[in-house]
């Protein structure tokens, strides 16, 4: 008889699963191989609901299963060892799992490929995954019990910075470009991760955003935190609420208006695991009191205009998932936010007498210091605030990262003056094992 494999993670196990092993189990005896806990977490970003041990458990006690494995290889072809393990005649896929990258797989090893439509038992509703965690999702929305897997998403520029105010776009139209981002890390107000945009949301929805089409919940969010009744303050760039509510990687063309006049975004999981693979971020001390980063701006067309293609490359790029070329895009980016507003690396401060109060109270909280005796602690690190020494200090971190051999390229998220170096490197996993100071980024799928 034919040996017939197919893979998956079989978290939340349904009867649309039992009917996808029922199909499979027709061309011969079935195999199954089951995605591990550590590939779960690497793919999805959380735990399974259940246990690799467990989810092995249910799958072989399945009438149309002849034994099944758990994957012991990593990312999107975690199955290989199993594959070459059990050597079998057919793999076969739904239709909605199948990839170019199995078909080419199976082609090598001389294995027949199938893909089968996703159709229920006879009698039986349709079931899939998402469907579930969706249902379970609402419900839990309903009971309005709070959860362990919750937060409001914060997000990361990655090109065109700036773009979203109208008195750099009337220059130039232009693109700018934002990854929304999972809070699994401490989330430090003025640092440029949209923290004001984000505790606006907060206000309305304390514990996550709610499941609604994105472009009008960003418009609502929009709206919120720029109330037009307001006496002081700037208007908030969209590329905020957007980046925040958009789900992936975003991009969004603003000419001269504060909202833009069209959104793209994906959630393609080669594309996410691209940037996920390259980008990491070593956190600074947060922007001081009555730090101004607008003064002295220098806006023209020509500088507009090297922004914007340093948008549009750097989003080439990334689809094209050329590394060098994402980051030689993305450092030229800064480049442009740098040369139109130089208070992005010097900014200008007012401070006051409690300012400077406040600031000296605090002013030997974390004398944590990096090896080479850099502080770069996770922590928020204050110091006194002193125009020249502030200043020296962001130059100092960017000088420190930006000489290293595996730092392609960087940049500090949002308006700058502190908070975070956002860093392009050769491999993420390797720089934060090598960097304690550093850490990954989740970009937020759903």
């Known amino acids: 008889m034919k040996k017939v494999f197919v893979s998956g993670c079989y978290d939340l196990l349904h009867s649309g699963h039992v009917e996808f092993f029922q199909q499979a189990s027709q061309f011969g005896e079935l195999y199954v191989g089951i995605g591990s806990d550590a590939t779960y977490l690497e793919y999805k970003h959380r735990k399974p609901m259940f246990p690799q041990e467990e989810r092995l458990f249910m799958v072989r006690n399945i009438k149309a299963v002849k034994e099944a494995y758990i994957n012991e290889g990593s990312g999107v072809i975690d199955f290989l060892p199993t ?52 249902s379970l999702s609402t419900q839990e929305a309903n009971s309005q019990q709070p959860t362990a897997n919750v937060g409001i998403p914060t997000r990361l520029d990655l090109a065109g910075t700036w773009i979203d105010q109208p008195y750099v776009s009337m220059h130039r139209p232009g693109w700018a470009i934002t990854i929304s981002l999972e809070p699994t890390f401490d989330v430090r107000d003025r640092c ?57 990687l975003c991009r969004h063309y603003y000419d001269n208006n504060f909202w833009p006049k069209k959104i793209e975004n994906t959630v393609d999981e080669m594309t996410l695991r691209f940037l996920e693979e390259h980008l990491v971020m070593v956190p600074m001390e947060p922007r001081k009191p009555g730090c101004s980063v607008v003064e002295n701006k220098d806006i023209t067309p020509t500088k507009v205009q090297a922004l914007v293609d340093a948008a549009d490359a750097c989003w080439e790029a990334i689809m094209k998932k050329d590394l060098a070329a994402f980051a030689s895009a993305y450092k030229a980016s800064f480049d442009a936010q740098v040369a139109m507003f130089p208070g992005m690396i010097t900014p200008t401060y007012h401070i006051n007498d409690n300012d400077n109060a406040n600031v000296d109270a605090n002013a030997n909280e974390n004398e944590n210091l990096h090896p080479d005796g850099l502080t770069v602690d996770r922590r928020p690190l204050t110091v006194d605030c002193n125009i020249e020494t502030a200043n020296s200090y962001i130059a100092e971190a960017i000088s420190h990262y930006s000489a290293m051999d595996d730092v392609l390229a960087w940049k500090m998220p949002g308006a700058g003056g502190g908070g975070y170096l956002a860093l392009v490197v050769n491999d993420a996993k390797q720089f934060v094992e090598q960097h304690s100071e550093a850490f990954e980024l989740h970009i937020r799928r759903e």
């Open 83 to 134: 594959l070459d393990l059990v050597k079998p005649d057919i793999f076969v896929v739904n239709a909605d799992g199948g990839s170019d990258t199995k078909r080419q797989l199976c082609e090598e090893r001389g294995i027949q490929y199938i893909e089968l439509q996703r159709t229920p038992h006879a009698g039986l509703e349709a079931r899939s995954s998402s469907s579930l965690k969706a």
């Open 192 to 248: 440029g991760l949209s923290t004001s945009t984000r505790n606006m949301i907060q206000k309305i929805w304390p514990m996550k955003l709610p499941k609604m089409d994105p472009e009008m919940l960003a418009r609502l969010v929009f709206c919120f935190e720029n109330n037009p009744e307001r006496q002081e303050g700037h208007i908030s760039g969209a590329q905020d609420s957007i980046g925040i509510c958009f789900p992936g």
